[in-house]
Nanobody, 119 residues
């Protein structure tokens, strides 16, 4: 079994910051890409950012200047530093990881953490 456990969501005022964390645990042989997606009410899930095991990051265009993704491979943990938050950033943020348990890579998702940006 593999679990992705997110933390760090909450309520923040516009212009504020939050840091999300996601730790993968369980029977893990290797992890390639980790990342974050988000889903706002009434909208489709969208990419926020991804990062490879080598540290190569990819961002959605609208978040590139405000969000920073990072990763600790030794801890199987991915982070998302979110600055200058806007009300439109309000969404459930989901952690993603592509994990090898035996000899095949599969996609895994966390349960989601709510981020609300409001005054």
């Amino acid at each position: 079994q593999v679990q992705l456990v997110e933390s760090g969501g909450g309520l923040v005022q516009p212009g504020g910051s939050l840091r999300l964390s996601c730790a993968a645990s369980g029977s893990i042989r290797s992890i390639t890409t980790m990342g974050w997606y988000r889903q706002a009410p009434g909208k489709q899930r969208e990419l926020v950012a991804t990062i490879t095991s080598e540290g190569s990051a990819n961002y959605a265009h609208s978040m590139k200047d405000r969000f920073t993704i990072s990763r600790d491979n030794a801890k199987n943990t991915v982070y998302l530093q979110m600055n200058s938050l806007k009300p439109e950033d309000t969404a459930v943020y989901y952690c993603y990881a592509r994990i090898m348990r035996t000899w095949v890579f599969d996609d895994y998702w966390g349960q989601g953490t709510q981020v609300t940006v409001s005054s």
